[in-house]
């Protein structure tokens, strides 16, 4: 079992940064990828950065040189520095952490933080 808590969201203006954090129940390490999904109202979930154990980080082409993936492994956190917002960035943002076990595949979510990027 995996308990994710997100921080961070909240209103910014475009061309605005803001930071989220996702604070995991356990070590990171055990962890076989952790990210970052979001979902703008009537539409479906999407993927915004997945770190896997490796380091491999893969960003959705939307986010790419905007937002950047970070981790804590001493505080078992993970972050999402969001720069240069743009209104199409409003979203729930979800954490997302994948846990592989047995040949099983388990996703955690967090419970989402609203980012709203309007003036």
């Known amino acids: 079992q995996v308990q994710l808590v997100e921080s961070g969201g909240g209103l910014v203006q475009p061309g605005g940064s803001m930071r989220l954090s996702c604070a995991a129940s356990?070590?990171?390490?055990?962890?076989?990828?952790m990210g970052w999904y979001r979902q703008a109202p009537g539409k479906q979930r999407e993927l915004v950065v997945l770190?896997?154990?490796?380091?491999?980080?893969k960003y959705a082409d939307s986010v790419k040189g905007r937002f950047t993936l970070s981790r804590d492994n001493a505080k078992n956190t993970v972050y999402l520095q969001m720069n240069s917002l743009k209104p199409e960035d409003t979203a729930v943002y979800y954490c997302?952490?994948?846990?592989?076990?047995?040949?099983?595949?388990?996703?955690?979510w967090g419970q989402g933080t609203q980012v709203t990027v309007s003036s």
């Open positions: 356990r070590s990171i390490f055990s962890i076989n990828g």
């Open positions: 997302n952490a994948i846990v592989v076990s047995l040949a099983t595949t388990v996703d955690y």
């Open positions: 770190m896997t154990s490796g380091s491999n980080t």
